[in-house]
């Protein structure tokens, strides 16, 4: 169980951040300290072996010009008036055998006599004399070969160095603990913020089921990718939750209104079986009937599937330019007879050359039902007006007519699928022509408004974008 938790928590992103924030900078935190180390170590050294050369050119020619003796007496003056930098100074023969020799008392564990013991005709400049109880301090020495065969030792002890480095190893010991926690507290609160809105999607993720399908994951305002992720799945679940919401509504709506048609198909069906006389005319009426029916029950889904498609952007718009004066003139040619019969007089007030890019069989089927409302709700003898023009860069299509007109309150309500008007249930129809032209209007990034006074007429007006 533990150990579960621990693999699934070691698994986690914000565990992999973590690790890898505070190894990288514990490491560099380490080099840091290794290479001030080194330098620090390297600095007091280049320091020493310089003093330690000067006094050994001084000695030198002291040493040139009065022997031993000279060296010995310059460096009793020394001892007398220098209380710093003091130095260990050793002149041997030939074989190594002291003739002068003088260490300041501070530096008396250090064991004079190994130097006795070391190789003469060793080439080496610079060695260490390691202090005789064993510990960190040593003597810093240099050599050299006086012009009579002599040796010439100076050295300084390190000890100063020595302390520095080692207070500089203890004091980095000390704070390397809470420096190690620090990054490590700080590695996790840090991938801890930066995770947040993935935690975040991930719970909205989880909570979502389809009643729960307005939940948006809040955005963490930071304008960076985890924002951009978050504001494009928010829009991805805004897109899904209105293809839920209008699949729901045309499944709504499609059981609704089936069941009058399919009831009625049967009825014409059952009655028809029923009959005792198999008289082929009424058999044919009823069939014709059914036909009727179906027909009826296959435009009421196909229209409700164009809407949905339309209200959803999943409708193909196959967009090309064509001339609007033209569509215009098929579609009164489609209504001449139809106008005629009622008495209506149709006119068309376009200029010339209209131009617009959309799918015209979408527009022309918006159009039409547009024409076909205008022409059922007009009394015989009225008038139906058709205008178009660009106002504003858009391509403005106007349908006026003189018709019974639609009361004020139901002007929001002609757009809802399958609304039909009180007065106009006389007239054939489905309540889903107004829906549908909305639908391919907006599909098109255009609008459509209307005005209508009862009794007297409606004006309704399409607005499209020229390049659509
Ligand atoms: P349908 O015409 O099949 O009833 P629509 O969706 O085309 O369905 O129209 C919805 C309703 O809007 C109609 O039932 C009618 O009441 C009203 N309507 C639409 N166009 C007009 C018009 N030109 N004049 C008056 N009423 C209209």
């Known amino acids: 169980m533990f150990l579960d938790r621990m693999r699934r928590i070691t698994r986690t992103i914000g565990f992999r951040l973590t690790a890898w ?34 006094q050994m050119l001084k000695l030198i020619s002291l040493y040139q010009a009065g022997g031993t003796a000279l060296v010995e007496q310059e460096n009793r003056v020394e001892k007398k008036f220098a209380q710093e930098d003091r130095f260990f100074i050793r002149i041997a023969d030939r074989l190594n055998a002291t003739l002068f020799l003088d260490i300041p008392y501070q530096w008396a564990d250090f064991d004079i006599k190994r130097l006795e013991n070391t190789d003469p005709s060793s080439t080496e400049e610079w060695f260490r004399l390691p202090a005789s109880g064993g510990g960190p301090n040593y003597l810093e020495i240099a050599r050299v070969r006086l012009p009579d065969g002599n040796w010439l030792q100076i050295g300084k002890s390190a000890e100063e160095q020595v302390k520095l480095l080692q207070r500089f190893r203890k004091t980095f010991m000390t704070i390397a603990i809470p420096f190690v926690l620090f990054g490590l507290i ?13 935690r975040h999607l991930i719970h909205t993720v989880q909570s979502i089921d389809l009643d729960t399908m307005t939940t948006r994951v809040p955005s963490p305002h930071s304008n960076d990718e985890l924002d951009e992720l978050v504001r494009l799945f928010n829009e991805m679940l805004s897109r899904i939750e209105a293809l839920i919401l209008a699949m729901r509504g045309s499944l709504d709506h499609v059981a609704h209104d089936l069941r009058t048609p399919m009831t009625r198909l049967r009825g ?11 008289d082929p005319d009424i058999l044919r009426e009823a069939l014709s009937d059914c036909v009727e029916e179906s027909e009826k029950v296959l435009t009421l889904l196909n229209t409700l599937m164009d809407i949905s498609e339309a209200e959803t952007g999943a409708m193909v718009l196959r967009k090309r330019t064509f001339s609007l004066n033209e569509l215009l003139e098929r579609i009164m040619e489609l209504y001449e007879v139809i106008a005629e019969e009622k008495g209506i007089e149709v006119s068309v007030a376009a200029p010339g050359g ?26 015989e003898g009225g008038e139906i007006h058709i205008e178009a023009g660009i106002e504003d860069e858009e391509m403005v299509i106007g349908i006026t007519d003189t018709g019974i007109g639609i009361p004020e309150e139901n002007l929001t309500k002609i757009w809802d699928r399958l609304y039909r008007g009180d007065e106009s249930r006389s007239q054939k129809g489905l309540g889903l022509g107004l829906s549908l032209v909305k639908a391919i209007v907006e599909a098109h990034k255009g609008r459509i408004q209307v005005e209508s006074q009862p009794g007297k007429g409606s004006c309704f007006r399409i607005f499209l974008p020229v390049q659509s």
């Open 21 to 54: 924030y505070s190894t990288v900078f514990i490491l560099s935190s380490l080099c840091l300290f290794v290479l001030t180390y080194f330098f620090l170590n390297a600095t007091y050294r280049t320091q020493n072996q310089a003093s330690i050369n000067a």
């Open 186 to 198: 700080g590695g996790a609160a840090f991938s801890f913020r930066a995770l947040r809105p993935i």
């Open 268 to 278: 014409i069906a059952e009655m028809a079986l029923r009959r005792e006389t198999c």
């Open 354 to 379: 209209l131009m617009l890019t959309a799918d015209q069989t979408r527009l022309g089927q918006a159009l039409a039902n547009l024409l076909d409302n205008a022409l059922k709700y007009t009394l």
